[in-house]
């Protein structure tokens, strides 16, 4: 069984940066794409950014692209979110995600989905 705890969220001004940190155990996931949703208040939940196994291939969503990079460190079972000129519509509940029925698929496939249990972040001044 995997668990996924994240860490990082927080307040930050307009403009500001945070880095979201993803960390799973219970077995590796070095094989499986990775990846963070996001669910602003009231909306739903959206796919923000993935990365296949080997960090070859990368997906964003348009909102973010120029500003957002999702890493991987497989030694470390860690899949990261750097988030740069935040803004305040990025507000939302973070969610880590792994694909863990299909190994070595593309950057966007999430057919299966193990989540975290979230973290806040708001953008505000």
């Known amino acids: 069984q995997v668990h996924l705890v994240e860490s990082g969220g927080g307040l930050v001004q307009p403009g500001g940066s945070l880095k979201l940190s993803c960390a799973s155990s219970g077995r590796t996931l070095s094989t499986y794409t990775m990846g963070w949703y996001r669910q602003p208040p009231g909306k739903e939940r959206g796919l923000v950014a993935g990365?296949?196994?080997?960090?070859?291939?990368?997906y964003y969503t348009d909102s973010v692209k120029g500003r957002f990079t999702i890493s991987r460190d497989n030694a470390k079972n860690t899949v990261y979110l750097q988030m740069n000129s935040l803004k305040p519509e990025d507000t939302a509940i973070y969610y880590c995600v792994a694909n863990t029925l299909t190994p070595y698929t593309v950057a966007s496939n999430f057919n299966s989905k193990t989540w975290g249990l979230g973290t806040q972040v708001t953008v505000s001044s």
């Open positions: 990365i296949n196994w080997s960090g070859s291939n990368i």
